[in-house]
């Protein structure tokens, strides 16, 4: 395995995690590692969901099937999780403006916001939050 891997998510089958800017999958049984893409500055957070890879930091990046897919449009995605097998959820830097949360649909792969996020506006800053 690359010893400087930081694990962003795993599941029975790969190890999904970036080296610096970076992206790396690992495919476990194979034990090969490909590089499926980078970003400014370190992925904050990242998925793997029925073999897809979605990872979040300065851009959202889907990666399906050796297909990438890369929206700009949105930043600063801090976590995400798991709604269900077609959905994911994610947070946009709860400390900022831009506060907010989103859907992705992962079969047409159309982010949408559902809500603003405020439960931290004017709160100091901690690593611990629910969202």
Not at 76 to 101: G, T
């Amino acid at each position: 395995m690359i010893n400087d891997l930081k694990i962003l998510d795993e599941s029975p089958e790969y190890t999904l995690g970036h080296v610096d800017e970076n992206i790396i999958l690992v495919n476990k049984g194979e034990k090969k590692a490909i590089c499926i893409g980078d970003m400014y500055g370190n992925p904050y957070c990242g998925l793997i969901v029925n073999k897809v890879c979605i990872i979040g930091g300065d851009h959202l990046l889907i990666w399906d099937n050796h297909q990438i897919t890369k929206l700009d449009m949105i930043s600063n995605i801090v976590q995400m999780r798991i709604k269900n097998d077609d959905m994911i959820e994610f947070l946009i830097d709860p400390w900022s403006k831009e506060a907010s949360v989103w859907q992705l649909n992962l079969k047409n792969k159309i982010p949408y916001k559902i809500s603003y996020f405020e439960n931290l506006k004017n709160m100091p800053y901690t690593e611990e939050y629910t969202w």
